[in-house]
C-alpha cells in the first residue's frame, strides 16, 4: 500500500452533521473504512469503524439537516461520546493501520471530500487533538473521480453506474455512506492500471 499511493494510506471517511458550518455546527456520526491491497494489487474495503458523537458545546443543530439524516442528538439510547474521545479511538487505529501498511500518513477518501476533511480538521481544532494522522488538506474524492469515470457525481447514482448496490433509505447514516464510498473508490481504482515498484 505505501507504494499505491505514495506513502498514503487512503482511509474513507463519511460524517453525518447537524448543518454545513464545520466551525459551528455538530459532528454527530463518524465512519471510517480502511482500504486494504490484495496481492495481485487490487483494492478491497477492510476494517470498519463507527461512533455516535455527543454535539459539543453550544453547537448548532439545524432542524433540516436532522431531518435528513434522520439523527435525533439527545436520544436516551443513542450510545453517543464525545468529540475528543470518537477521534483519538479512531485515529489509534488510523495510526495502527499505518505502521502495519508502511504508511507516513493517512489520507482521507470521501464522497465531496471536502466536506468531511472540514469537519474533521474543525473537531480536531476543538478539542486540541495534537496527533492528527490525515494530510490536512490533500485528499480523494470520489465525486470528482466518479464524475470523471461514469459521469455521475451524486453517489447513489455513481454507485448505479458502477454496478453496485444502493439503498437510499439505508443513506445517510455515516456507516453505510462510508461502507458503499469505499465501494466505490475500490472499484474506480481497480480499474486503473498502475505501475508499483
Known amino acids: 500500500m505505501a507504494r499505491r499511493f505514495r506513502g ?29 491491497i490484495q496481492g495481485d494489487g487490487s483494492l478491497l ?24 439524516t434522520g439523527i435525533d442528538p439527545f436520544h436516551p439510547l443513542r450510545p453517543a461520546i464525545p468529540e475528543k474521545e470518537a477521534l483519538t479511538r479512531l485515529f489509534k487505529e488510523i495510526r495502527r493501520a499505518m505502521k502495519d501498511n508502511d504508511c507516513t500518513r493517512a489520507i482521507l477518501v470521501g464522497h465531496n471530500a471536502y ?7 474543525a473537531a480536531i481544532a476543538r ?3 495534537k ?4 494530510h490536512p488538506f490533500s485528499s480523494f474524492d470520489t465525486a470528482t ?43 474506480i481504482c481497480n480499474t486503473m492500471k498502475v505501475a508499483v515498484g
Open 145 to 187: 473521480l466518479a464524475g470523471v469515470a461514469y459521469g455521475q457525481t451524486v453517489l447513489g447514482k455513481a454507485l448505479q453506474a458502477a454496478g453496485i448496490e444502493w439503498d437510499s433509505g439505508a443513506a445517510h447514516s455515516a456507516a453505510y455512506d462510508a461502507q458503499k464510498t469505499a465501494e466505490l473508490f475500490c472499484k
Open 45 to 68: 474495503p477492510g476494517e470498519s469503524w463507527r461512533y455516535h458523537v455527543q454535539p459539543f458545546a453550544g453547537a448548532n443543530l439545524e432542524p433540516a439537516s436532522l431531518a435528513v
Open 115 to 121: 466536506f468531511d476533511l472540514n469537519f474533521i480538521n
Open 8 to 36: 498514503f494510506l487512503p482511509v474513507v471517511i463519511d460524517v453525518e452533521c447537524g448543518g454545513f458550518n464545520p466551525n459551528t455546527d455538530a459532528l454527530l456520526e463518524i465512519a471510517a473504512v480502511l482500504v486494504e
Open 131 to 134: 496527533r492528527n494522522p490525515f
Open 127 to 129: 478539542t486540541d487533538i
